[in-house]
Protein backbone atom coordinates (compact mmCIF):
# COMPACT_ATOMS: atom_id res chain seq x y z
CA UNK A 1 0.00 0.00 0.00
CA UNK A 2 2.06 2.61 -1.31
CA UNK A 3 -0.40 5.37 0.56
CA UNK A 4 0.39 3.80 4.17
CA UNK A 5 3.85 3.72 3.37
CA UNK A 6 3.92 7.19 2.42
CA UNK A 7 1.97 8.38 5.15
CA UNK A 8 4.57 6.07 7.83
CA UNK A 9 7.50 7.48 6.19
CA UNK A 10 6.27 11.12 6.49
CA UNK A 11 5.39 10.30 10.29
CA UNK A 12 9.21 8.80 10.70
CA UNK A 13 10.49 12.23 9.05
CA UNK A 14 8.30 14.48 11.54
CA UNK A 15 9.23 12.16 14.74
CA UNK A 16 13.45 12.61 13.76
CA UNK A 17 12.36 16.41 13.06
CA UNK A 18 11.21 17.07 16.44
CA UNK A 19 13.92 14.98 18.22
CA UNK A 20 16.68 17.16 16.29
CA UNK A 21 14.92 20.10 17.39
CA UNK A 22 14.58 19.04 20.89
CA UNK A 23 18.25 18.07 21.21
CA UNK A 24 19.50 21.42 19.58
CA UNK A 25 16.96 23.29 22.04
CA UNK A 26 18.17 21.51 25.03
CA UNK A 27 21.83 22.46 24.27
CA UNK A 28 21.18 25.94 23.70
CA UNK A 29 18.41 26.07 26.42
CA UNK A 30 21.08 24.87 29.24
CA UNK A 31 24.20 25.81 28.01
CA UNK A 32 24.81 28.82 30.79
CA UNK A 33 23.44 26.05 33.08
CA UNK A 34 26.19 23.61 31.84
CA UNK A 35 29.02 25.86 32.09
CA UNK A 36 28.08 27.12 35.84
CA UNK A 37 27.68 23.73 37.34
CA UNK A 38 31.30 22.26 35.40
CA UNK A 39 32.80 25.36 36.72
CA UNK A 40 31.93 24.75 40.77
CA UNK A 41 34.92 23.57 43.04
CA UNK A 42 32.91 20.54 43.81
CA UNK A 43 33.82 19.19 39.66
CA UNK A 44 36.92 21.04 38.87
CA UNK A 45 38.65 19.51 41.76
CA UNK A 46 38.23 16.14 40.71
CA UNK A 47 40.81 17.03 37.79
CA UNK A 48 43.06 17.92 40.38
CA UNK A 49 45.62 15.83 40.94
CA UNK A 50 45.88 16.34 44.62
CA UNK A 51 42.48 15.59 45.23
CA UNK A 52 42.08 13.66 48.36
CA UNK A 53 39.47 11.39 49.68
CA UNK A 54 37.47 14.17 51.88
CA UNK A 55 37.12 16.32 48.98
CA UNK A 56 36.22 13.95 46.52
CA UNK A 57 33.77 12.07 49.11
CA UNK A 58 32.11 15.46 49.42
CA UNK A 59 31.53 16.21 45.89
CA UNK A 60 30.04 12.53 45.48
CA UNK A 61 27.20 13.36 48.43
CA UNK A 62 26.30 16.19 46.85
CA UNK A 63 25.70 14.67 43.09
CA UNK A 64 23.86 12.07 45.75
CA UNK A 65 21.52 14.46 47.12
CA UNK A 66 20.49 15.95 43.41
CA UNK A 67 20.36 12.16 41.75
CA UNK A 68 18.01 10.80 44.41
CA UNK A 69 15.75 13.77 44.29
CA UNK A 70 15.45 13.23 40.52
CA UNK A 71 15.65 9.26 40.40
CA UNK A 72 12.77 9.71 42.95
CA UNK A 73 10.51 12.11 40.75
CA UNK A 74 11.37 10.25 37.87
CA UNK A 75 10.23 6.98 39.12
CA UNK A 76 6.85 8.67 40.83
CA UNK A 77 6.23 9.35 37.23
CA UNK A 78 6.89 5.84 36.32
CA UNK A 79 3.61 5.98 34.02
CA UNK A 80 4.39 8.59 31.72
CA UNK A 81 7.53 6.97 30.46
CA UNK A 82 6.38 3.54 30.59
CA UNK A 83 3.56 3.87 29.14
CA UNK A 84 5.39 4.82 25.76
CA UNK A 85 7.44 1.97 25.98
CA UNK A 86 10.56 3.96 27.47
CA UNK A 87 12.25 1.36 29.72
CA UNK A 88 14.42 3.74 31.75
CA UNK A 89 14.48 1.38 34.87
CA UNK A 90 17.86 0.46 34.16
CA UNK A 91 18.80 4.23 33.79
CA UNK A 92 17.51 5.30 37.28
CA UNK A 93 20.35 3.75 38.99
CA UNK A 94 22.96 6.12 39.66
CA UNK A 95 22.32 7.15 42.85
CA UNK A 96 22.92 3.15 43.56
CA UNK A 97 26.55 3.96 42.24
CA UNK A 98 27.20 7.12 44.25
CA UNK A 99 26.26 4.95 47.67
CA UNK A 100 28.65 2.26 46.76
CA UNK A 101 31.40 4.78 46.45
CA UNK A 102 30.68 6.51 49.25
CA UNK A 103 30.40 2.71 50.56
CA UNK A 104 34.01 2.07 49.63
CA UNK A 105 35.15 4.74 51.09
CA UNK A 106 34.06 4.35 54.36
CA UNK A 107 31.38 7.35 54.32
CA UNK A 108 28.13 7.52 55.46
CA UNK A 109 26.25 7.17 51.97
CA UNK A 110 23.33 8.91 53.40
CA UNK A 111 23.20 12.33 52.18
CA UNK A 112 22.12 15.57 53.79
CA UNK A 113 18.39 16.26 53.49
CA UNK A 114 17.05 16.30 50.25
CA UNK A 115 16.47 19.21 48.12
CA UNK A 116 12.32 19.62 46.35
CA UNK A 117 12.50 17.03 43.54
CA UNK A 118 11.46 18.55 40.22
CA UNK A 119 8.62 19.26 39.09
CA UNK A 120 7.47 16.49 36.39
CA UNK A 121 4.15 16.79 34.91
CA UNK A 122 4.04 15.29 32.09
CA UNK A 123 6.51 13.09 29.52
CA UNK A 124 8.46 16.01 28.17
CA UNK A 125 9.18 17.02 31.75
CA UNK A 126 10.23 13.58 32.60
CA UNK A 127 12.75 13.90 29.19
CA UNK A 128 13.58 17.12 30.71
CA UNK A 129 14.79 16.19 33.92
CA UNK A 130 16.46 12.39 32.62
CA UNK A 131 18.51 14.64 29.40
CA UNK A 132 20.30 15.89 32.83
CA UNK A 133 21.06 12.74 34.24
CA UNK A 134 21.96 11.16 31.46
CA UNK A 135 24.14 14.00 29.70
CA UNK A 136 26.41 13.65 33.68
CA UNK A 137 26.74 9.79 32.88
CA UNK A 138 28.35 10.69 29.64
CA UNK A 139 30.09 13.27 31.06
CA UNK A 140 31.42 11.85 34.25
CA UNK A 141 33.19 9.50 32.06
CA UNK A 142 35.74 12.71 30.65
CA UNK A 143 36.00 12.59 34.92
CA UNK A 144 36.93 9.21 35.63
CA UNK A 145 39.25 9.31 33.11
CA UNK A 146 41.22 12.04 35.47
CA UNK A 147 40.36 10.17 38.70
CA UNK A 148 42.12 6.60 37.21
CA UNK A 149 45.31 8.43 37.31
CA UNK A 150 44.94 9.91 40.75
CA UNK A 151 46.72 7.02 43.64
CA UNK A 152 44.75 9.01 46.18
CA UNK A 153 41.35 7.88 45.16
CA UNK A 154 40.66 3.87 44.72
CA UNK A 155 39.47 2.64 41.48
CA UNK A 156 36.61 1.13 43.37
CA UNK A 157 35.17 3.76 44.68
CA UNK A 158 34.65 5.55 41.27
CA UNK A 159 31.82 3.04 39.74
CA UNK A 160 29.31 6.83 39.75
CA UNK A 161 32.03 7.81 36.77
CA UNK A 162 32.64 4.66 35.12
CA UNK A 163 28.68 5.42 33.73
CA UNK A 164 27.74 2.14 31.32
CA UNK A 165 31.22 0.95 30.73
CA UNK A 166 31.57 0.54 26.84
CA UNK A 167 27.69 1.28 26.34
CA UNK A 168 27.89 4.56 27.44
CA UNK A 169 27.69 6.27 24.23
CA UNK A 170 25.59 3.82 22.63
CA UNK A 171 23.22 4.05 25.53
CA UNK A 172 22.84 8.02 24.98
CA UNK A 173 22.25 7.88 21.45
CA UNK A 174 19.55 4.91 22.33
CA UNK A 175 17.91 7.87 24.93
CA UNK A 176 17.51 10.12 21.92
CA UNK A 177 16.62 7.86 19.47
CA UNK A 178 13.61 6.11 21.85
CA UNK A 179 12.37 9.51 22.95
CA UNK A 180 11.86 10.61 19.64
CA UNK A 181 9.48 7.90 18.59
CA UNK A 182 7.47 8.00 21.77
CA UNK A 183 6.62 11.85 21.38
CA UNK A 184 5.42 14.69 19.36
CA UNK A 185 8.14 17.08 19.86
CA UNK A 186 5.98 20.16 18.55
CA UNK A 187 7.08 23.62 20.23
CA UNK A 188 5.41 23.21 23.37
CA UNK A 189 6.64 19.65 24.87
CA UNK A 190 9.95 21.13 23.81
CA UNK A 191 9.68 24.27 25.21
CA UNK A 192 8.63 22.02 28.33
CA UNK A 193 11.54 19.86 28.54
CA UNK A 194 13.68 22.60 28.50
CA UNK A 195 12.22 24.59 31.53
CA UNK A 196 12.22 21.36 33.31
CA UNK A 197 15.74 20.49 31.93
CA UNK A 198 17.19 23.94 33.12
CA UNK A 199 15.24 23.72 36.77
CA UNK A 200 17.37 20.42 37.01
CA UNK A 201 20.76 21.36 36.44
CA UNK A 202 19.79 24.57 38.71
CA UNK A 203 18.74 21.54 41.26
CA UNK A 204 22.71 20.28 41.05
CA UNK A 205 24.39 23.51 41.25
CA UNK A 206 22.66 23.64 44.72
CA UNK A 207 23.42 20.89 46.19
CA UNK A 208 27.22 20.78 44.46
CA UNK A 209 27.64 24.20 45.73
CA UNK A 210 27.44 23.16 49.40
CA UNK A 211 29.71 20.49 48.28
CA UNK A 212 32.56 21.26 50.66
CA UNK A 213 34.81 18.54 52.57
Known amino acids: ?13 AA ?7 AAELRAATAVRHRAVESLPALTRLFD ?3 DRPAYSATLRGLLRAT ?3 ERALRKQKAQWAGRGLDWGARLRK ?25 LDDISCCVGCLYVL ?19 IPVQAQRYFTGYGADTGARWT ?4 RIGAAHAWEAPARAAAAETARATFDLYHACLADAAP
Not at 103 to 116: I, K, Q, Y
Open 1 to 13: MPGLQAAQGRGRA
Open 16 to 22: VAGRDLL
Open 49 to 51: PGL
Open 68 to 70: VAC
Open 95 to 119: SQWLHEDLARLGVSPEPPPLPASPE
Open 134 to 152: EGATLGGCVIGKALRRNAR
Open 174 to 177: AFWL
